[in-house]
């Protein structure tokens, strides 16, 4: 007997204040997978004003969902903005990326999401795909 593969897509909308498309795009990519036959259960949405631990704590319940998958794809799709550390670096290799929440946080690094960190917090099974835009 064949196992199923298991499906999650995680679509994440981080606006600055003041910003409206983020939404817009969260939502259309919910309609898409939705008409695609990807049933609401398996798409989970964190939008609106983000942190640091808001994300953390998301990809963290993400990860508890997953840990047991011997096989799956997940789908993340991220709409906000990013920056590299350090802002002043002059060599791509050194240069790390990260999801930023505010304008006031890009002073400070200690506040961004950088993608090492949001893999280190899925964890992924081996057997598990992932699959990543970010629009940032």
Known sequence: MRES?????????????GEAAMHGDVQAFYDALTGRGLSSDDLLVLEGRLDRKLVLDFLAAVQSRVS??????????????????PMDVTAVATAEPALVFAPDDLDDPSRWVAWRDLFGALALPAGVRLALLPDC
């Open 5 to 17: 593969v298991h499906q999650l897509a995680l679509l994440i909308g981080a606006p600055w204040r």
């Open 68 to 85: 047991n998958w011997e096989r799956g794809n997940l789908f993340l799709y991220y709409s906000g903005h990013g920056a590299y550390t």
